[in-house]
């Protein structure tokens, strides 16, 4: 393996196919994926080369709720080093209850084009 070759365990099924990722001028795509066992395994795989994405799942403090956290996401995919940039926004939120599911709590985070949503409703204590 090439020092360019990245292992991948792909997330897109269930069948979570251990793949090969490595970039490769003689491929009409500019990437060879190996070991997967369908074309959206070879997506993902140059996806993790090129523009790693991920789904931002965490939550922020809410008053006077029934809890003291509400949990939220983002309601897309962000690049993976936007996380933590994300996250320092996301720490400083408080949010009041009551709240709906699906209400935006961030909108377009970052310029990332994804907003923050809660992911349950919740009623004041």
Do not use: H
Not at 6 to 20: A, D, L, N, Q, S
Not at 59 to 71: D, F, Q, S
């Amino acid at each position: 393996m090439s020092s360019e070759a990245k292992e991948i365990i792909c997330i897109i099924c269930p069948v979570g196919c251990r793949m090969t990722a490595v970039r490769d001028k003689n491929s009409p795509s500019g990437f060879l994926v190996s070991e997967n066992q369908c074309k959206k395994g070879e997506a993902y795989g140059i996806e993790e080369l090129t523009n790693p994405t991920r789904v931002l799942t965490t939550t922020v403090k809410i008053n006077p709720g029934i809890y003291n956290r509400l949990p939220v996401r983002i309601n897309g995919s962000i690049p993976k080093n936007k996380i933590f940039p994300c996250m320092k926004v996301i720490n400083k939120v408080e949010v009041k209850a009551p709240i709906k599911i699906g209400s935006v709590i961030i909108e377009n985070i970052l310029n990332t084009g994804c907003d923050l949503i809660a992911s349950r409703s919740m009623k004041a204590s």
